[in-house]
């Protein structure tokens, strides 16, 4: 049995006791987590998940490569692979999130309605490039997790796949 087929044997065994994480207390959803990881990384080491959703309908399972490009085809082999399983929806790299939020990393906390982007053309290429502007950009400049911060946000609003495809960094 490949990997694939023998992961999605696992989570149809166990998927009821990740359908209602959000019920369980903070030791069991660890050992669940930790768990489920476990499961995934016998298939591929470098991609991960997130699980969620409205507790009224069904869950997402989201697998992500976290960006990586080198594994964008293990994380689509996955999800094509997915069964049908009832109170589930599976989903091949984190969506982008329409709408302000907010993000919080360490000391560090920003705010979508607090940024503000604009397109810069490059003449040469079709290449896009964008400035973010910050609201009190002054005050926050030199902390060192700014960048991975606004990279996160940047993935959040774009999407994993359309940011990783069209985001280089300087």
Same mark, same amino acid.
């Given at each position: 049995?490949?990997?694939?087929?023998?992961? =999605? #044997?696992? *989570?149809?065994?166990?998927?009821?006791?990740?359908?209602?994480?959000?019920?369980?207390?903070?030791? &069991?959803?660890?050992?669940?987590?930790?768990?489920?990881?476990?499961? &995934?990384?016998?298939?591929?080491?470098? /991609?991960? *998940?997130?699980?969620?959703?409205?507790?009224?309908?069904?869950? $997402?399972?989201? /697998?992500?490569?976290?960006?990586?490009?080198?594994?964008?085809?293990?994380?689509?082999?996955?999800?094509?692979?997915?069964?049908?399983?009832?109170? =589930? #929806?599976? @989903?091949?790299?984190?969506?982008? @999130?329409?709408?302000?939020?907010?993000?919080?990393?360490?000391?560090?906390?920003?705010? %979508?309605?607090?940024?503000?982007?604009? +397109? &810069?053309?490059?003449?040469?290429?079709?290449?896009?490039?964008?400035?973010?502007?910050?609201?009190?950009?002054?005050? @926050?400049?030199?902390?060192? @997790?700014? +960048?991975?911060?606004?990279? $996160?946000? &940047?993935?959040? /609003?774009?999407?994993?796949? +359309? *940011?990783?495809?069209?985001?280089? %960094?300087?």
């Amino acid at each position: 049995m490949d990997t694939i087929t023998q992961f =999605w #044997k696992w *989570f149809q065994d166990n998927n009821k006791a990740y359908l209602f994480l959000h019920d369980v207390d903070e030791d &069991l959803k660890e050992k669940l987590l930790n768990d489920f990881e476990e499961q &995934l990384h016998n298939y591929c080491d470098q /991609i991960y *998940f997130q699980i969620g959703g409205d507790p009224n309908e069904d869950q $997402e399972l989201i /697998i992500t490569a976290e960006g990586d490009e080198k594994y964008f085809s293990q994380v689509e082999d996955l999800v094509r692979a997915a069964p049908k399983i009832s109170g =589930w #929806k599976f @989903i091949a790299f984190k969506p982008s @999130i329409p709408g302000h939020f907010k993000s919080e990393w360490d000391d560090l906390e920003l705010n %979508t309605e607090d940024m503000w982007f604009l +397109p &810069l053309l490059n003449g040469k290429n079709s290449d896009l490039g964008i400035t973010i502007y910050l609201k009190n950009y002054d005050l @926050i400049k030199d902390n060192e @997790i700014l +960048p991975t911060l606004l990279f $996160e946000m &940047l993935d959040t /609003i774009l999407g994993e796949k +359309p *940011f990783a495809h069209g985001i280089a %960094t300087r």
